[in-house]
Structure formats: structure tokens, C-alpha cells
T-cell receptor, first 112, second 115 residues
Framework: SQKIEQNSEALNIQEGKTATLTCNYTNYSPAYLQWYRQDPGRGPVFLLLIRENEKEKRKERLKVTFDTTLKQSLFHITASQPADSATYLCALDVGRDDKIIFGKGTRLHILP | NAGVTQTPKFRVLKTGQSMTLLCAQDMNHEYMYWYRQDPGMGLRLIHYSVGEGTTAKGEVPDGYNVSRLKKQNFLLGLESAAPSQTSVYFC??????????????FGPGTRLTVL
């Protein structure tokens, strides 16, 4: 069956360090992968999209990589700040269907 | 632009009652979605629509119905609420593009409790 896994439910990182979150998938061949941020009590907000033919995408302190051989995406936040604390969701398109599938998310805590 | 709005924000129902959740978007998006989010389960797709007058089932459609009579609105109905439908419901919309949907814009959510 199709499956998306985000590496851990929660991750604690010291302020100023790089936070790395993992998204692994099986039985998919997604054309693109997205990362969203969700704060408590709010809806998810889109951060970055990376296509299957792109190895890396950057936006300010955020970097996403996409390895279709390993079936894995890594999401990095450099110079992390307490304001980066949130839940981060990865999402994949599922091919010809007009929808995307979300992982369960990783709760990131940046410790001051 | 308001983006995606959801009505109501909170609701408490008794088992067997019915209700309709309203989602509205002002971005002229073709695609609209209803998700539910439960602790430890992530976002699960209930129903979605790829255009006015069309709907399709998602991962967890049982106990829900939807309608998309106008492009900007997507309604989610619970005909006979059950405690298992206690959840936070999110609506989302996206543009249509070749190869699948674009990035999704989410509403603020509706917190529903069924007693």
C-alpha cells in the first residue's frame, strides 16, 4: 500500500542549529513534493514545492532536497529560531488523481 | 482577499444531529477539498471537487456528503453525527494545473465535537 512517513513525531533542536526533518515514501512515484507548516489551532500553510527533476530548492533559511531513488525528502531550517517551532507536514501528489497525500507531520521545538 | 474561510469555527452536536460546514474561497480556484485532522492520524481527505458541480470521494468519505453548486463554495454535510466524527475539519483550495493540483490554501478549521 502507499505510505508516507515523517521521521519522528517530535524533534527538539537548540536555537541557532540546523533542524533536519525527513519524509520517506513507498509505492509512489510523485511528480512533486510539498512542505507545509502548521501552527497550533491553525490550518497548514504552504512553504516549498520541489519537483521530481529538482534535487534541491531553497527559500531564505529553508532548504528542501528530493531524492527519488531513495524515495526521500529532507527539509532543513538553518539558524533555527524559537519562532520556527511548529508542526511540519510533507505532502505528495499521487499521480493522475487530483489530490495530494499528507504525512502525519513532525512537531519541531526550537529550544532557546 | 479573505482567502479560504470556514463557517462555523466551533460546533457541538449531539449524536444523530445533522449539520453543514461551509467553505468559501475568493481566489477563483478550481479545486476544493475537505480534510479531517485527528491526533496521531494527520490530515485525511474526506471528499474533494475538481470543479463546480463535481465531487469525488477521498480516503474517509463514509458519513459525509458534499456539494459544490458554486465554484467558490464547498459544503460538507453530516446527516447523522456520530462521536467518531469529533475532529478538526479543514477546507482547502488550489488552482488546477497540468499534472495535478497546485499548492493548497487552507482555511482556519472548524472544531466539531459530537457528544
Amino acid at each position: 500500500s502507499q505510505k508516507i512517513e515523517q521521521n519522528s513525531e517530535a524533534l527538539n533542536i537548540q536555537e541557532g542549529k540546523t533542524a533536519t526533518l525527513t519524509c520517506n515514501y513507498t509505492n509512489y512515484s510523485p511528480a512533486y513534493l510539498q512542505w507545509y507548516r502548521q501552527d497550533p489551532g491553525r490550518g497548514p500553510v504552504f512553504l516549498l514545492l520541489i519537483r521530481e527533476n529538482e534535487k534541491e530548492k531553497r527559500k531564505e533559511r529553508l532548504k528542501v532536497t528530493f531524492d527519488t531513488t531513495l524515495k526521500q525528502s529532507l527539509f532543513h531550517i538553518t539558524a533555527s529560531q524559537p519562532a520556527d517551532s511548529a508542526t511540519y507536514l510533507c505532502a505528495l501528489d499521487v499521480g493522475r488523481d487530483d489530490k495530494i497525500i499528507f504525512g502525519k507531520g513532525t512537531r519541531l521545538h526550537i529550544l532557546p | 482577499n479573505a482567502g479560504v474561510t470556514q463557517t462555523p469555527k466551533f460546533r457541538v452536536l449531539k449524536t444523530g444531529q445533522s449539520m453543514t460546514l461551509l467553505c468559501a474561497q475568493d481566489m477563483n480556484h478550481e479545486y476544493m477539498y475537505w480534510y479531517r485532522q485527528d491526533p496521531g492520524m494527520g490530515l485525511r481527505l474526506i471528499h474533494y471537487s475538481v470543479g463546480e458541480g463535481t465531487t469525488a470521494k477521498g480516503e474517509v468519505p463514509d458519513g459525509y456528503n458534499v456539494s459544490r453548486l458554486k465554484k467558490q463554495n464547498f459544503l460538507l454535510g453530516l446527516e447523522s453525527a456520530a462521536p467518531s466524527q469529533t475532529s478538526v475539519y479543514f477546507c482547502a483550495s488550489s488552482r488546477a494545473r497540468q499534472g495535478g493540483p497546485d499548492t493548497q490554501y487552507f482555511g482556519p478549521g472548524t472544531r466539531l465535537t459530537v457528544l
